[in-house]
T-cell receptor, first 118, second 108 residues
């Protein structure tokens, strides 16, 4: 089973709202990722979790706050977003067969959450 | 210079033809190379991974890697209209980079 699930599929929020995106995988992967993708652009890496610890933060603004409660779950907490944050948010997971080298593994993507900030 | 470069296209091929997608990268230390397909409004789906120089075939798809030339390609044989999508090259080493993608249209 190579399935990564994400909820919700769509989200509309105001700039003062607080919301969370959720991601789950049951493949036993120990690395999980958040990406942001704007229309007609490639996905941009935001965060990488390795063994439930944040290993990479690609200089993402603090209005995005990731959380990894356990090895199967990954959340992205959103607060005080801007309209330019509207995008498709993708979660992915991968194995990590060598310590610190998760990025060399195949990543499996969830269907994404399409976020609109008004 | 971008870390991973792809022709943005659009690339159009007739049904049944071979589609050739190309990708160059700048980091000589890159170890892992991936091709993903992304349909409009959907998430990326892995087509092929390749780690060693040479060709790797999977059905109608062949990935080719040449580390000396820092070049990776994807050939799609017997192209079908359902192959119409954006193809993303991804390259990893110490960091991870997606190319900008090539839009492919297969004309029936």
């Amino acid at each position: 089973d190579t399935e990564v699930t994400q909820t919700p599929k769509h989200l509309v929020m105001g700039m003062t709202n607080k919301k969370s995106l959720k991601c789950e995988q049951h493949m036993g992967h120990r690395a999980m990722y958040w990406y942001k993708q704007k229309a007609k652009k490639p996905p941009e890496l935001m965060f990488v979790y390795s063994y439930e610890k944040l290993s990479i933060n690609e200089s993402v603004p603090s209005r995005f706050s990731p959380e990894c409660p356990n090895s199967s779950l990954l959340n992205l907490h959103l607060h005080a977003l801007q309209p330019e944050d509207s995008a498709l948010y993708l979660c992915a997971s991968s194995q990590e067969r060598a310590s610190g080298r998760a990025l060399e593994e195949t990543q499996y993507f969830g269907p994404g959450t399409r976020l609109l900030v008004l | 210079q971008k870390e991973v470069e792809q022709n943005s296209g659009p690339l159009s091929v007739p049904e049944g033809a071979i589609a050739s997608l190309n990708c160059t990268y700048s980091d000589r230390g890159s170890q892992s190379f991936f091709w993903y397909r992304q349909y409009s409004g959907k998430s990326p789906e892995l087509i092929m991974s390749i780690y060693s120089n040479g060709d790797k075939e999977d059905g109608r798809f062949t990935a080719q890697l040449n580390k000396a030339s820092q070049y990776v390609s994807l050939l799609i044989r017997d192209s079908q209209p359902s192959d119409s999508a954006t193809y993303l090259c991804a390259v990893t080493g110490n960091q991870f980079y997606f190319g900008t993608g090539t839009s492919l249209t297969v004309i029936p």
